[in-house]
């Protein structure tokens, strides 16, 4: 017989009269509901159903507009009955419901899966940056590469950093939590993750920097949070989010969380702290069986160059990437664009279950690789016509310099350059001599001294100056006084001799 359901649609909530199919060969009720378009809150009988344009409008406005699930509910409430919207029926949670099972369909369409019964590895639900490296796809295989390229140009840029406005409270009725997407996306395995925070080992490391706060507060706690904050990586040239690599922090931005992170992701590393966290990054990688990195792989560290500023004098050409090869010119500090679309939706998500919060942050970083994707030809061009504009002006002044200077010189300074760049990740120190050599002046008091140091060693020296002649002279003055002095204390008559002197 015919069944009243409640209909969610973006022009309002209707309630309907809905006779459903009977026949032998029917199907159930919830999937004749999802043939005409619409998603049933309840697979077994269903009463409430949303379309799907509605549900599609409602993960439009949530990613443009960070509309939350209450508000735009509340919107189609007062569509329905603008006097008396607190009458309309309230679907408010199903809509939670249904809004997190949608997305899950999206992401599995739109990454292949519509079709597939095999349950989608780490990260294999998220959008990676297009444009870079990506062995098979864009670039060749390791043994397919030509000898003479070099390593930079298949090696992969990435920044790190930390966001601690997306704080998450302690769930009410964590065993009540159900997993959709768990390590799916950006946001990593929360087992396996938590197997790694157990075994790592928490050191306390002050900075032997300047005081940076990333160091000296990775241990602050606050009780009533789950998470202070999130931690992971983009790529540095695109700004494109690392799939599975997104972490999730307990206290402050500790080392133990941005290990997880990076050795999902690697190779050239952009870190505000990147001169502390680098120093037993392969200690700590070694020590934890959750963690590892490809044999071979080299990691070079860099320092954004807003945050280089704030750190020692000799950071600036160990960690710049101006003195990296191959870096190009990226400043290290896109992933603080990144964050900002995030925070508005963070206070949102911060009272949302675990797996919620989770897929609304996947869904959103996922969104910002796709309209990065979507922009990236215009933007690559855009880049392609800066840098040759760039190449021909810095060669001509590059070229001008080199002719300046003296050609054994020049020779001395590519030797000097090329030992550096080979010593670099050993020793870090090996950068130093691109800094300016500054010498100290001396001061006054050494050089009145230099200056008496070289009275009396002959007088007939030539090359002798105006200072040299005063301070002899003020010598034989004094002489003269203490001759005169002595003479008076012996009560000896001055002698013409002595009146001439």
Not at 7 to 16: F, Q
Not at 181 to 202: E, P, Q
Not at 316 to 345: C, H, K, Q
Request: charged share 25%; proline share 5%.
């Amino acid at each position: 017989g015919k069944e009243c359901t409640t209909v969610i649609d973006k022009s309002g909530v209707h309630s309907l009269m809905i006779r459903y199919c009977k026949c032998p060969n029917a199907c159930t009720p919830d999937k004749q509901l999802f043939a005409m378009g619409m998603f049933p809150a309840s697979f077994s009988r269903p009463k409430s159903a949303f379309t799907f344009s509605v549900l599609d409008g409602f993960l439009l406005d949530n990613l443009e507009c960070e509309t939350s699930a209450m508000n735009y509910y509340s919107k189609l409430r007062r569509q329905t009955s603008s006097i008396f919207p607190h009458l309309v029926p309230d679907r408010y949670r199903e809509l939670m419901r249904v809004g997190r099972q949608w997305r899950q369909l999206k992401l599995l369409k739109w990454n292949g899966f519509a079709h597939e019964k095999r349950q989608p590895a780490s990260g294999e639900l998220a959008l990676f940056c297009p444009a870079c490296p990506q062995p098979g796809i864009n670039v060749p295989q390791p043994d397919q590469r030509d000898r003479d390229d070099p390593e930079w140009l298949y090696a992969r840029s990435l920044v790190m950093d930390g966001n601690f406005k997306a704080e998450h409270l302690h769930p009410t009725r964590p065993e009540d939590e159900v997993w959709l997407t768990d390590g799916m996306c950006f946001m990593v395995t929360r087992d396996k993750y938590k197997a790694h925070l157990a075994d790592a080992k928490d050191n306390v490391q002050m900075s032997e920097c300047n005081n940076h706060r990333a160091v000296n507060q990775a241990n602050a706690s606050r009780h009533k949070l789950e998470a202070t904050g999130i931690g992971g990586c983009a790529c540095a040239r695109h700004g494109c989010f690392v799939p599975h690599s997104i972490v999730d922090f307990q206290k402050g931005e500790r080392q133990m969380n941005m290990d997880y992170a990076l050795c999902h992701a690697l190779t050239l590393t952009f870190y505000d702290i990147n001169c502390q966290y680098n120093k037993y990054f392969r200690r700590r990688v070694n020590e934890s069986p959750y963690l590892s990195i490809p044999a071979g792989m080299e990691i070079v560290p860099g320092i954004g160059l807003w945050h280089v500023h704030g750190h020692q004098d000799k950071c600036y050409v160990r960690y710049a990437s101006t003195f990296i090869t191959g870096a190009a010119r990226i400043d290290g500090e896109i992933m603080e664009t990144l964050w900002a679309p995030l925070n508005v939706i963070s206070p949102s998500a911060r009272g949302m279950s675990t797996p919620h919060r989770q897929e609304c942050l996947d869904y959103q970083m996922n969104d910002s690789n796709f309209m990065k994707m979507i922009g990236m030809s215009g933007f690559l061009c855009r880049k392609y016509r800066e840098a040759v504009k760039g190449v021909s002006e810095s060669t001509a002044a590059f070229q001008k310099l080199s002719d300046a200077a003296d050609s054994l010189v020049v020779e001395k300074w590519e030797e000097q350059d090329r030992q550096a760049q080979m010593r670099r990740l050993a020793d870090p120190a090996a950068m130093d001599v691109f800094d300016v050599q500054l010498q100290k002046a001396p001061s006054r008091k050494q050089q009145e001294l230099a200056l008496l140091s070289r009275v009396g060693h002959g007088v007939g020296n030539a090359h002798r100056g105006a200072a040299t002649w005063i301070a002899s002279g003020i010598t034989i003055e004094e002489l003269q006084i203490s001759l005169l002095m002595d003479v008076r204390r012996l009560a000896i008559s001055i002698t013409l001799l002595t009146q001439l002197l």
